[in-house]
């Protein structure tokens, strides 16, 4: 079993930047794709951004592609999610997500694992 803990929120003022850890636990952490989703009060969850096991496959969806970059470091079990340029529409619960295979997905029910949610607030 993977177990998955996100940390790195908090609260900044819009323009402001952070950077989300996601570390994993398990040998077999390094081959699973990954990624990133967000849920905002009253909001569905969203994917955010998805990185594949080796890193050779990397997506961000439309709104934040500019801004957020995802990577990894399999030899920390770490993932990461900077942020930059943030603004008060990216204020949401910010998720961490596995799979068992070595692709990630933007679809939520593809993901085995999941961590307990960081919260990122970002005001005017």
């Known amino acids: 079993q993977v177990q998955l803990v996100e940390s790195g929120g908090g609260s900044v003022q819009a323009g402001g930047s952070l950077r989300l850890l996601c570390v994993g636990s398990g040998r077999t952490f390094s081959s699973f794709g990954t990624g990133w989703f967000r849920q905002a009060p009253g909001k569905e969850r969203e994917f955010v951004c998805g990185i594949s096991w080796n890193s050779n496959n990397v997506k961000c969806r439309t709104p934040v592609k500019d801004r957020f970059t995802i990577s990894r470091d399999n030899d920390k079990n770490t993932v990461y999610l900077q942020m930059n340029s943030l603004k008060p529409e990216d204020t949401a619960v910010y998720y961490c997500?596995?799979?068992?295979?070595?692709?990630?997905?933007?679809?939520?029910?593809?993901?085995?694992?999941w961590g307990q949610g960081t919260q990122v607030t970002v005001s005017s």
């Open positions: 997500a596995a799979s068992g295979g070595m692709r990630y997905s933007a679809y939520a029910g593809d993901y085995d694992y």
